[in-house]
Protein backbone atom coordinates (compact mmCIF):
# COMPACT_ATOMS: atom_id res chain seq x y z
CA UNK A 1 0.00 0.00 0.00
CA UNK A 2 1.54 3.63 -0.91
CA UNK A 3 2.10 5.74 2.17
CA UNK A 4 0.65 8.78 -0.05
CA UNK A 5 -2.13 8.98 -2.25
CA UNK A 6 -3.22 11.60 -4.27
CA UNK A 7 -7.01 11.52 -5.20
CA UNK A 8 -8.33 13.27 -7.39
CA UNK A 9 -7.12 16.71 -6.03
CA UNK A 10 -7.69 19.76 -7.97
CA UNK A 11 -7.14 23.56 -7.88
CA UNK A 12 -8.31 26.19 -9.21
CA UNK A 13 -6.83 29.94 -9.41
CA UNK A 14 -8.40 33.30 -10.93
CA UNK A 15 -8.15 32.54 -15.04
CA UNK A 16 -5.98 29.14 -14.34
CA UNK A 17 -6.84 25.52 -13.65
CA UNK A 18 -3.77 24.22 -11.95
CA UNK A 19 -4.34 21.18 -10.94
CA UNK A 20 -7.22 18.75 -12.81
CA UNK A 21 -8.63 15.30 -10.60
CA UNK A 22 -4.68 14.59 -10.59
CA UNK A 23 -4.29 11.27 -8.54
CA UNK A 24 -1.68 8.85 -7.84
CA UNK A 25 0.36 6.74 -5.09
CA UNK A 26 3.80 7.12 -3.53
CA UNK A 27 5.93 4.22 -1.74
CA UNK A 28 7.52 4.50 1.27
CA UNK A 29 11.05 5.43 1.30
CA UNK A 30 11.09 6.17 -2.45
CA UNK A 31 11.48 9.11 -4.42
CA UNK A 32 8.87 10.16 -6.88
CA UNK A 33 9.55 12.71 -9.52
CA UNK A 34 7.35 15.67 -10.83
CA UNK A 35 7.65 16.84 -13.80
CA UNK A 36 6.15 19.07 -16.77
CA UNK A 37 6.61 22.11 -18.53
CA UNK A 38 6.72 25.46 -16.60
CA UNK A 39 3.13 26.42 -15.48
CA UNK A 40 2.16 23.10 -15.32
CA UNK A 41 1.12 22.37 -11.74
CA UNK A 42 4.06 20.87 -9.69
CA UNK A 43 4.76 23.47 -7.25
CA UNK A 44 1.14 23.68 -6.63
CA UNK A 45 0.85 20.26 -6.07
CA UNK A 46 3.78 20.17 -3.25
CA UNK A 47 2.08 22.91 -1.78
CA UNK A 48 -1.14 21.50 -1.75
CA UNK A 49 0.29 18.36 0.18
CA UNK A 50 2.74 21.05 2.30
CA UNK A 51 -0.50 23.08 3.60
CA UNK A 52 0.86 26.23 1.98
CA UNK A 53 -2.87 25.89 -0.44
CA UNK A 54 -6.01 24.11 -0.01
CA UNK A 55 -7.20 22.00 -2.84
CA UNK A 56 -10.81 22.75 -4.56
CA UNK A 57 -11.57 19.31 -5.05
CA UNK A 58 -10.13 15.91 -3.90
CA UNK A 59 -8.40 14.48 -1.05
CA UNK A 60 -4.66 13.36 -0.08
CA UNK A 61 -4.30 10.21 2.15
CA UNK A 62 -1.06 9.28 4.25
CA UNK A 63 -0.84 5.75 5.76
CA UNK A 64 -4.44 4.96 4.64
CA UNK A 65 -5.93 8.46 6.55
CA UNK A 66 -7.32 11.28 4.93
CA UNK A 67 -5.57 14.27 6.17
CA UNK A 68 -6.46 18.07 5.16
CA UNK A 69 -3.19 20.30 5.83
CA UNK A 70 -4.71 23.75 6.52
CA UNK A 71 -1.15 25.38 6.95
CA UNK A 72 2.06 24.72 7.05
CA UNK A 73 2.19 24.16 10.60
CA UNK A 74 -0.28 21.51 10.42
CA UNK A 75 1.32 19.64 7.57
CA UNK A 76 4.91 19.15 9.65
CA UNK A 77 2.36 17.94 12.15
CA UNK A 78 1.76 14.96 9.68
CA UNK A 79 5.02 14.67 9.10
CA UNK A 80 5.24 16.52 5.94
CA UNK A 81 7.98 19.21 4.83
CA UNK A 82 8.35 20.94 1.94
CA UNK A 83 11.99 22.55 0.14
CA UNK A 84 11.04 25.47 -1.48
CA UNK A 85 12.16 26.72 -4.89
CA UNK A 86 11.50 30.41 -3.46
CA UNK A 87 13.48 31.83 -0.42
CA UNK A 88 11.05 30.62 2.45
CA UNK A 89 13.19 32.07 5.56
CA UNK A 90 13.21 35.29 7.13
CA UNK A 91 16.37 36.97 5.99
CA UNK A 92 17.47 39.22 8.81
CA UNK A 93 17.27 36.02 10.92
CA UNK A 94 19.90 33.83 11.76
CA UNK A 95 19.86 30.19 10.29
CA UNK A 96 19.72 29.09 14.10
CA UNK A 97 16.66 31.40 14.44
CA UNK A 98 15.11 30.61 11.50
CA UNK A 99 15.61 26.91 12.05
CA UNK A 100 13.80 26.83 15.68
CA UNK A 101 11.24 29.37 15.06
CA UNK A 102 8.59 27.02 14.96
CA UNK A 103 9.74 25.69 19.08
CA UNK A 104 12.01 28.30 20.32
CA UNK A 105 14.24 26.88 23.68
CA UNK A 106 13.44 28.59 26.42
CA UNK A 107 15.78 28.83 29.72
CA UNK A 108 14.18 28.45 33.13
CA UNK A 109 13.16 31.96 32.90
CA UNK A 110 11.10 31.82 29.67
CA UNK A 111 14.01 33.56 27.46
CA UNK A 112 14.97 32.19 24.44
CA UNK A 113 18.20 29.99 25.07
CA UNK A 114 20.39 31.10 22.53
CA UNK A 115 23.09 28.65 23.79
CA UNK A 116 20.72 25.93 23.16
CA UNK A 117 18.85 27.17 20.00
CA UNK A 118 22.43 27.01 18.20
CA UNK A 119 23.33 24.06 19.78
CA UNK A 120 19.76 22.30 18.10
CA UNK A 121 20.66 23.74 15.02
CA UNK A 122 24.26 22.55 14.66
CA UNK A 123 22.71 19.27 15.67
CA UNK A 124 19.70 19.61 12.75
CA UNK A 125 22.85 20.96 10.23
CA UNK A 126 24.99 18.02 11.21
CA UNK A 127 22.40 15.50 10.72
CA UNK A 128 22.25 16.40 7.08
CA UNK A 129 26.29 16.93 6.59
CA UNK A 130 25.78 20.43 6.23
CA UNK A 131 28.76 22.92 7.16
CA UNK A 132 27.20 26.18 7.73
CA UNK A 133 27.52 28.06 10.74
CA UNK A 134 24.13 28.71 12.68
CA UNK A 135 25.05 32.42 14.00
CA UNK A 136 25.08 33.58 10.12
CA UNK A 137 21.99 35.54 9.34
CA UNK A 138 20.15 33.78 6.32
CA UNK A 139 20.70 36.90 3.76
CA UNK A 140 24.33 35.73 3.53
CA UNK A 141 23.82 32.34 2.55
CA UNK A 142 24.04 30.98 -1.13
CA UNK A 143 20.95 29.68 -2.64
CA UNK A 144 22.35 26.25 -2.09
CA UNK A 145 23.26 27.09 1.62
CA UNK A 146 19.57 28.10 1.82
CA UNK A 147 18.36 25.45 0.37
CA UNK A 148 20.42 23.28 2.39
CA UNK A 149 19.20 24.61 6.17
CA UNK A 150 15.29 24.12 4.37
CA UNK A 151 16.38 20.46 4.23
CA UNK A 152 17.35 20.65 7.70
CA UNK A 153 14.62 22.26 8.93
CA UNK A 154 12.51 19.10 7.13
CA UNK A 155 14.59 16.19 8.36
CA UNK A 156 15.41 17.76 12.12
CA UNK A 157 11.79 18.11 12.72
CA UNK A 158 11.11 14.81 11.63
CA UNK A 159 9.28 15.13 8.51
CA UNK A 160 8.50 11.19 6.72
CA UNK A 161 7.68 12.82 3.53
CA UNK A 162 9.75 15.60 2.09
CA UNK A 163 8.64 17.61 -1.28
CA UNK A 164 11.75 19.14 -2.66
CA UNK A 165 11.28 21.95 -5.70
CA UNK A 166 13.52 22.21 -8.12
CA UNK A 167 16.05 21.72 -5.40
CA UNK A 168 19.38 21.67 -7.23
CA UNK A 169 18.82 24.72 -9.70
CA UNK A 170 21.32 27.08 -7.89
CA UNK A 171 23.83 24.33 -6.66
CA UNK A 172 27.25 24.00 -7.92
CA UNK A 173 28.40 20.42 -9.03
CA UNK A 174 30.11 19.65 -5.37
CA UNK A 175 26.50 20.58 -3.53
CA UNK A 176 24.50 18.53 -5.94
CA UNK A 177 26.58 15.63 -5.31
CA UNK A 178 26.14 16.32 -1.60
CA UNK A 179 22.35 16.25 -2.24
CA UNK A 180 21.97 13.58 -4.05
CA UNK A 181 24.08 11.27 -1.24
CA UNK A 182 21.93 13.15 0.92
CA UNK A 183 18.45 12.16 -1.09
CA UNK A 184 19.88 8.29 -1.08
CA UNK A 185 20.44 8.34 2.43
CA UNK A 186 16.87 9.73 3.44
CA UNK A 187 15.17 7.17 1.24
CA UNK A 188 17.33 4.28 3.07
CA UNK A 189 15.91 6.39 6.60
CA UNK A 190 12.21 5.23 5.35
CA UNK A 191 11.68 9.11 3.89
CA UNK A 192 9.26 9.44 0.84
CA UNK A 193 10.55 12.77 -1.34
CA UNK A 194 8.77 14.10 -3.74
CA UNK A 195 11.29 15.24 -5.98
CA UNK A 196 10.78 18.16 -8.91
CA UNK A 197 12.97 19.07 -11.46
CA UNK A 198 13.57 20.18 -15.34
CA UNK A 199 17.19 18.06 -15.03
CA UNK A 200 16.23 14.50 -16.35
CA UNK A 201 19.47 13.17 -15.73
CA UNK A 202 18.33 13.79 -11.90
CA UNK A 203 15.47 11.63 -12.06
CA UNK A 204 16.94 8.85 -13.74
CA UNK A 205 19.91 8.74 -10.92
CA UNK A 206 17.56 9.48 -8.28
CA UNK A 207 13.91 8.33 -8.54
CA UNK A 208 11.77 5.23 -8.19
CA UNK A 209 9.02 6.52 -10.25
CA UNK A 210 7.55 9.48 -12.20
CA UNK A 211 4.69 12.13 -12.79
CA UNK A 212 4.41 13.88 -15.70
CA UNK A 213 1.71 17.13 -15.39
CA UNK A 214 0.87 18.85 -18.89
CA UNK A 215 -1.57 22.44 -18.00
CA UNK A 216 -2.56 20.76 -14.86
CA UNK A 217 -3.43 17.10 -15.92
CA UNK A 218 -1.92 14.24 -15.07
CA UNK A 219 -0.55 12.82 -18.60
CA UNK A 220 1.66 9.77 -16.98
CA UNK A 221 2.70 7.90 -13.87
CA UNK A 222 5.06 5.04 -14.28
CA UNK A 223 8.07 3.15 -12.79
CA UNK A 224 11.42 5.34 -14.05
CA UNK A 225 12.53 2.07 -15.20
CA UNK A 226 9.96 1.50 -17.65
CA UNK A 227 10.91 4.98 -19.23
CA UNK A 228 13.08 6.89 -21.65
CA UNK A 229 14.10 10.71 -21.50
CA UNK A 230 12.88 11.16 -24.77
CA UNK A 231 9.11 9.48 -23.77
CA UNK A 232 9.05 12.15 -21.04
CA UNK A 233 9.82 14.48 -23.13
CA UNK A 234 6.99 13.87 -25.42
CA UNK A 235 4.72 13.25 -22.87
CA UNK A 236 6.10 16.93 -21.33
CA UNK A 237 5.52 18.82 -24.44
CA UNK A 238 3.43 16.98 -26.21
CA UNK A 239 5.84 16.43 -29.39
CA UNK A 240 9.35 15.50 -29.85
CA UNK A 241 11.74 18.14 -29.09
CA UNK A 242 13.81 20.04 -31.69
CA UNK A 243 17.36 20.80 -31.21
CA UNK A 244 18.06 24.23 -32.63
CA UNK A 245 20.36 24.47 -35.68
CA UNK A 246 21.92 27.70 -34.98
CA UNK A 247 21.79 30.45 -38.01
CA UNK A 248 24.70 32.99 -36.50
CA UNK A 249 27.27 30.76 -37.00
CA UNK A 250 27.16 30.76 -40.26
CA UNK A 251 28.30 34.63 -40.60
CA UNK A 252 31.64 36.18 -40.10
CA UNK A 253 31.27 38.08 -36.37
CA UNK A 254 31.07 42.24 -36.99
CA UNK A 255 32.69 44.85 -35.86
CA UNK A 256 33.99 44.91 -31.98
CA UNK A 257 31.66 46.23 -29.66
CA UNK A 258 32.49 45.63 -26.23
CA UNK A 259 36.00 45.32 -25.03
CA UNK A 260 37.14 44.89 -21.81
CA UNK A 261 40.80 45.03 -20.40
CA UNK A 262 42.26 43.99 -17.34
CA UNK A 263 39.25 44.11 -15.60
CA UNK A 264 40.08 43.64 -11.68
CA UNK A 265 37.85 43.55 -8.72
CA UNK A 266 39.46 42.95 -5.38
CA UNK A 267 38.97 39.67 -3.57
CA UNK A 268 36.62 38.71 -6.75
CA UNK A 269 38.57 38.74 -10.19
CA UNK A 270 41.90 39.97 -11.48
CA UNK A 271 42.84 40.89 -15.07
CA UNK A 272 40.41 39.75 -17.08
CA UNK A 273 40.17 40.72 -20.64
CA UNK A 274 38.41 39.82 -23.63
CA UNK A 275 36.64 41.25 -27.01
CA UNK A 276 33.07 40.77 -28.10
CA UNK A 277 31.57 41.52 -31.43
CA UNK A 278 28.43 42.16 -32.65
CA UNK A 279 26.75 39.15 -34.26
CA UNK A 280 28.79 36.61 -31.62
CA UNK A 281 27.84 34.68 -28.68
CA UNK A 282 30.94 33.89 -26.49
CA UNK A 283 30.08 32.16 -23.09
CA UNK A 284 31.80 32.39 -19.63
CA UNK A 285 32.10 29.49 -18.08
CA UNK A 286 33.40 28.37 -14.82
CA UNK A 287 32.47 26.80 -11.29
CA UNK A 288 30.36 28.47 -8.84
CA UNK A 289 32.21 31.36 -7.07
CA UNK A 290 34.66 31.67 -9.81
CA UNK A 291 33.93 35.39 -10.10
CA UNK A 292 31.41 34.79 -13.28
CA UNK A 293 28.23 36.97 -12.23
CA UNK A 294 30.85 39.55 -10.85
CA UNK A 295 32.63 40.27 -14.09
CA UNK A 296 29.03 40.98 -15.72
CA UNK A 297 28.00 43.02 -12.86
CA UNK A 298 31.06 44.87 -13.34
CA UNK A 299 31.09 45.38 -16.86
CA UNK A 300 27.52 46.91 -15.88
CA UNK A 301 28.72 49.21 -13.44
CA UNK A 302 27.25 47.68 -10.46
CA UNK A 303 31.25 46.74 -8.64
CA UNK A 304 32.42 50.12 -7.07
CA UNK A 305 35.71 48.68 -6.27
CA UNK A 306 36.50 47.53 -9.96
CA UNK A 307 39.33 48.53 -11.48
CA UNK A 308 40.52 48.17 -15.04
CA UNK A 309 39.39 49.57 -18.75
CA UNK A 310 35.77 48.74 -20.41
CA UNK A 311 35.58 50.17 -24.45
CA UNK A 312 32.14 49.99 -25.86
CA UNK A 313 32.80 50.53 -29.59
CA UNK A 314 35.35 53.55 -29.47
CA UNK A 315 34.12 55.17 -26.31
CA UNK A 316 35.51 54.20 -22.67
CA UNK A 317 32.71 53.41 -20.36
CA UNK A 318 33.28 54.66 -16.93
CA UNK A 319 33.52 52.02 -14.39
CA UNK A 320 31.15 52.00 -11.67
CA UNK A 321 28.23 53.79 -13.40
CA UNK A 322 25.18 51.84 -14.47
CA UNK A 323 23.50 54.79 -16.17
CA UNK A 324 26.16 54.90 -18.67
CA UNK A 325 26.59 51.47 -19.22
CA UNK A 326 22.60 51.39 -19.51
CA UNK A 327 23.29 54.58 -22.04
CA UNK A 328 25.81 52.62 -24.03
CA UNK A 329 23.37 49.95 -24.42
CA UNK A 330 24.73 47.02 -22.21
CA UNK A 331 21.51 44.77 -20.53
CA UNK A 332 21.99 42.12 -17.94
CA UNK A 333 19.77 39.83 -17.43
CA UNK A 334 20.86 38.73 -13.52
CA UNK A 335 21.07 35.08 -12.55
CA UNK A 336 19.03 36.10 -9.21
CA UNK A 337 15.65 36.92 -10.52
CA UNK A 338 14.15 37.43 -7.21
CA UNK A 339 16.48 39.56 -5.53
CA UNK A 340 17.81 42.06 -8.35
CA UNK A 341 15.62 41.39 -11.93
CA UNK A 342 11.71 41.41 -10.90
CA UNK A 343 9.51 43.69 -8.93
CA UNK A 344 7.57 41.25 -7.51
CA UNK A 345 4.24 43.58 -6.65
CA UNK A 346 3.85 44.67 -10.04
CA UNK A 347 2.27 43.13 -12.96
CA UNK A 348 4.02 41.07 -15.87
CA UNK A 349 3.07 43.74 -18.10
CA UNK A 350 5.12 46.96 -16.10
CA UNK A 351 7.69 44.09 -15.09
CA UNK A 352 8.44 43.63 -18.93
CA UNK A 353 8.29 46.95 -20.37
CA UNK A 354 10.16 48.66 -16.81
CA UNK A 355 13.49 48.47 -18.78
CA UNK A 356 12.40 49.92 -21.70
CA UNK A 357 9.97 52.88 -20.41
CA UNK A 358 12.50 55.76 -22.01
CA UNK A 359 12.02 54.42 -25.48
CA UNK A 360 7.80 54.08 -25.13
CA UNK A 361 8.02 57.68 -23.90
CA UNK A 362 7.02 60.09 -25.57
CA UNK A 363 6.89 63.70 -24.32
CA UNK A 364 6.66 62.39 -21.02
CA UNK A 365 3.85 60.04 -21.84
CA UNK A 366 3.99 56.27 -22.04
CA UNK A 367 2.54 55.20 -24.98
CA UNK A 368 0.05 52.18 -23.61
CA UNK A 369 -0.34 50.49 -27.36
CA UNK A 370 3.20 50.10 -27.85
CA UNK A 371 4.31 49.24 -24.25
CA UNK A 372 1.51 46.44 -24.36
CA UNK A 373 2.54 44.74 -28.29
CA UNK A 374 5.76 44.90 -27.32
CA UNK A 375 5.41 42.94 -23.96
CA UNK A 376 2.76 40.77 -25.79
CA UNK A 377 5.34 40.21 -28.71
CA UNK A 378 8.35 38.91 -25.94
CA UNK A 379 5.95 36.86 -23.70
CA UNK A 380 4.23 35.41 -26.41
CA UNK A 381 8.15 34.20 -28.30
CA UNK A 382 9.13 32.94 -24.78
CA UNK A 383 6.05 30.94 -24.41
CA UNK A 384 4.73 32.46 -20.81
CA UNK A 385 2.06 30.97 -19.40
CA UNK A 386 -0.25 33.59 -17.14
CA UNK A 387 -3.95 34.11 -17.48
CA UNK A 388 -3.19 37.64 -18.47
CA UNK A 389 -0.07 39.98 -18.58
CA UNK A 390 -2.16 42.00 -16.09
CA UNK A 391 -1.81 39.55 -13.18
CA UNK A 392 0.67 40.05 -10.28
CA UNK A 393 4.49 38.56 -11.22
CA UNK A 394 4.30 36.79 -7.95
CA UNK A 395 1.51 34.80 -9.11
CA UNK A 396 3.45 33.08 -11.78
CA UNK A 397 5.25 29.85 -11.49
CA UNK A 398 9.04 29.63 -11.17
CA UNK A 399 10.01 29.50 -14.63
CA UNK A 400 7.53 31.55 -16.16
CA UNK A 401 9.00 34.58 -13.92
CA UNK A 402 12.36 33.93 -15.05
CA UNK A 403 10.76 33.99 -19.01
CA UNK A 404 9.32 37.62 -17.35
CA UNK A 405 12.87 38.78 -16.74
CA UNK A 406 14.36 37.77 -20.18
CA UNK A 407 11.69 39.20 -22.10
CA UNK A 408 12.25 42.07 -19.66
CA UNK A 409 15.96 42.43 -21.24
CA UNK A 410 15.08 41.55 -24.72
CA UNK A 411 12.32 44.34 -24.88
CA UNK A 412 15.16 46.76 -24.02
CA UNK A 413 16.69 45.93 -27.43
CA UNK A 414 20.02 46.16 -25.93
CA UNK A 415 22.76 45.88 -28.36
CA UNK A 416 25.37 44.01 -25.60
CA UNK A 417 23.31 41.51 -23.79
CA UNK A 418 24.76 39.45 -20.95
CA UNK A 419 22.87 36.87 -19.90
CA UNK A 420 23.74 35.31 -16.52
CA UNK A 421 21.63 31.76 -15.95
CA UNK A 422 19.07 32.38 -18.58
CA UNK A 423 17.97 28.90 -18.58
CA UNK A 424 17.27 28.05 -14.79
CA UNK A 425 14.29 26.78 -13.73
CA UNK A 426 13.05 26.75 -17.55
CA UNK A 427 11.47 23.27 -18.63
CA UNK A 428 13.29 21.49 -21.67
CA UNK A 429 11.13 23.21 -24.30
CA UNK A 430 11.05 26.82 -23.44
CA UNK A 431 15.10 26.14 -23.22
CA UNK A 432 15.00 25.20 -26.59
CA UNK A 433 12.95 28.52 -27.80
CA UNK A 434 15.11 30.45 -25.52
CA UNK A 435 18.44 28.90 -27.77
CA UNK A 436 16.22 29.86 -30.93
CA UNK A 437 15.56 33.31 -29.90
CA UNK A 438 19.21 34.21 -28.30
CA UNK A 439 20.38 33.03 -31.70
CA UNK A 440 18.20 35.38 -33.54
CA UNK A 441 19.73 38.50 -31.70
CA UNK A 442 22.97 37.53 -32.66
CA UNK A 443 22.01 36.91 -36.33
CA UNK A 444 20.54 39.98 -36.26
CA UNK A 445 23.44 41.76 -34.96
CA UNK A 446 23.33 41.80 -31.22
CA UNK A 447 26.59 40.98 -29.01
CA UNK A 448 25.71 38.26 -26.60
CA UNK A 449 27.96 37.44 -23.39
CA UNK A 450 26.23 34.27 -22.04
CA UNK A 451 27.34 32.86 -18.34
CA UNK A 452 25.89 29.46 -17.89
CA UNK A 453 26.94 26.55 -14.91
CA UNK A 454 25.42 23.93 -18.08
CA UNK A 455 28.00 23.04 -19.92
CA UNK A 456 26.19 21.49 -22.51
CA UNK A 457 24.45 24.98 -23.02
CA UNK A 458 27.53 26.86 -23.35
CA UNK A 459 28.93 24.48 -26.00
CA UNK A 460 25.26 24.49 -27.92
CA UNK A 461 25.12 27.94 -27.99
CA UNK A 462 28.44 29.72 -28.24
CA UNK A 463 31.18 30.52 -31.02
CA UNK A 464 33.81 30.98 -28.15
CA UNK A 465 33.88 30.15 -24.37
CA UNK A 466 36.44 31.62 -21.83
CA UNK A 467 37.16 29.89 -18.64
CA UNK A 468 37.54 31.59 -15.06
CA UNK A 469 38.78 29.72 -12.60
CA UNK A 470 39.32 31.79 -8.86
CA UNK A 471 38.66 34.89 -10.47
CA UNK A 472 41.28 34.55 -13.09
CA UNK A 473 40.86 34.08 -16.79
CA UNK A 474 41.90 30.22 -16.93
CA UNK A 475 42.23 30.28 -20.42
CA UNK A 476 39.35 30.12 -23.76
CA UNK A 477 38.29 27.29 -26.24
CA UNK A 478 37.17 27.78 -30.08
CA UNK A 479 34.22 26.07 -31.20
CA UNK A 480 36.49 23.72 -33.23
CA UNK A 481 38.39 22.44 -30.21
CA UNK A 482 34.99 21.95 -27.93
CA UNK A 483 34.25 19.13 -25.95
CA UNK A 484 32.96 19.01 -22.12
CA UNK A 485 35.99 17.23 -21.04
CA UNK A 486 38.15 20.62 -22.54
CA UNK A 487 36.23 22.97 -20.68
CA UNK A 488 36.06 21.62 -17.70
CA UNK A 489 39.81 20.66 -17.62
CA UNK A 490 40.45 24.33 -17.90
CA UNK A 491 37.76 25.18 -15.00
CA UNK A 492 39.26 22.48 -12.47
CA UNK A 493 42.74 22.82 -13.27
CA UNK A 494 43.14 26.11 -15.72
N1 LIG B 1 -0.86 32.08 -5.92
C1 LIG B 1 -1.25 31.97 -7.19
N2 LIG B 1 -2.19 32.81 -7.71
C2 LIG B 1 -2.60 32.69 -8.98
N3 LIG B 1 -2.13 31.78 -9.85
C3 LIG B 1 -1.20 30.92 -9.40
C4 LIG B 1 -0.71 30.97 -8.06
N4 LIG B 1 0.21 29.99 -7.91
C5 LIG B 1 0.29 29.35 -9.09
N5 LIG B 1 -0.55 29.90 -9.99
C6 LIG B 1 -0.75 29.46 -11.39
O1 LIG B 1 -0.95 28.06 -11.38
C7 LIG B 1 -0.28 27.44 -12.49
C8 LIG B 1 0.66 26.36 -12.00
O2 LIG B 1 1.75 26.96 -11.34
P1 LIG B 1 2.92 26.14 -10.64
O3 LIG B 1 3.72 27.13 -9.87
O4 LIG B 1 2.34 24.99 -9.91
O5 LIG B 1 3.74 25.62 -11.90
P2 LIG B 1 5.08 24.72 -11.94
O6 LIG B 1 4.74 23.45 -12.64
O7 LIG B 1 5.68 24.63 -10.59
O8 LIG B 1 6.01 25.56 -12.94
P3 LIG B 1 7.61 25.93 -12.90
O9 LIG B 1 8.31 24.81 -13.57
O10 LIG B 1 7.70 27.15 -13.76
O11 LIG B 1 8.00 26.16 -11.48
C9 LIG B 1 0.41 28.56 -13.25
O12 LIG B 1 -0.41 28.92 -14.33
C10 LIG B 1 0.49 29.69 -12.23
O13 LIG B 1 0.46 30.94 -12.87
MG1 LIG C 1 7.39 25.45 -9.74
Not at 175 to 182: C, H, I, S, V
Not at 289 to 317: F, H, K, N
Not at 451 to 473: D, N
Request: charge should be neutral; glycine fraction near 10%; charged fraction near 25%.
Amino acid sequence: MPILEFHQISKDFPGVRALDAVSFGIEQGTCHALIGENGAGKSTLGKILAGVYQPDGGEIRLEGRVIRPANPRDARESGIAMVHQELAFCPNLTVAENLCLGDLPRNRFGWVDRAAMRKQARRMLGEIGAAIDPGVTVSALSTGQEQLVQIAAAVGTGARVIVMDEPTSSLSGGETRELFRLVRELKTRGITLIYISHRLEELFALCDAITVLRDGRQVMTQSIADTTPGQIIQQMIGRDLLVPVLGYLAQEPRDEVLRVENLSSPGRFKDVNFSLRAGDIIGLAGLVGAGRSEVAQAILGLDPMATGRVWVRDRELPLGSIDEALAAGIGLVPEDRKRQGLVLGLDCRHNTSMAALSRLTRAGWVQRQAERSLVQHYASRLRVKSPSLECLVSTLSGGNQQKIVLAKWLARECDILIVDEPTRGIDVGAKAEIYRLLDELAAEGKALLVISSELPELLALCRRILVLRYGRQAGEIDRADFSEAAVMELMVNG
